[in-house]
């Protein structure tokens, strides 16, 4: 039996008897794929968040895959930061990230943009007004640790993205 999942859309498949090893370990050293960062290794600082969907739900979820096992990922679309700009158009999370010098050494920078990339994409057709904005924004990121104290920064470019959001939402109605 094997284990198949897609990585930034290109279908990846594995052995069973790889289903204890980590996702972040297979990103690093199967895929060479290094912008999933390791920091604390258990999940608590989430620099390594990746965005996995799994069916039949369509919405992504946030998965630290510093302790996330490849078996638990069989059938799931994971999108990493590599997969978040579209060629050399950056995502708007990230445009607003450089826009608000929101981060130092940028180390956590990987796991801010996919917990806010994913809360952006959920925002889009949830019902959340401007005033549940910041608790929605604090839900999002706020189990994120940034060592160079970057949160201030941080949530200012995902508040005025959402903003963006919101507006082009009410538009549209």
Known sequence: ???????????????????????????HEDMNMTGT??????????????????APNPNAVPVISCSTALATLNGTDITTVEG???GDDLHPIQTA????????????TPGFVMASKIFLD??????????ELDDAIQNAIGDHICRCTGYVRYYEALRKTAQDVLAAKEGAL
């Open 1 to 27: 039996m094997s284990i198949s999942f897609s990585v930034n859309g290109v279908v990846q498949t594995v052995g069973a008897e790889r289903g204890d090893e980590m996702l972040l370990d297979y990103l």
């Open 84 to 86: 978040v700009a579209s």
């Open 122 to 131: 959920w925002l889009a057709t949830a019902p959340v007004t401007e005033d």
């Open 37 to 54: 960062k390791f920091c604390c290794g258990m999940g608590i600082c989430r620099a390594c968040t990746v965005s996995v969907v799994k």
């Open 97 to 108: 990230f450089l826009e608000n010098f929101a981060f130092q050494c940028g180390y956590c």
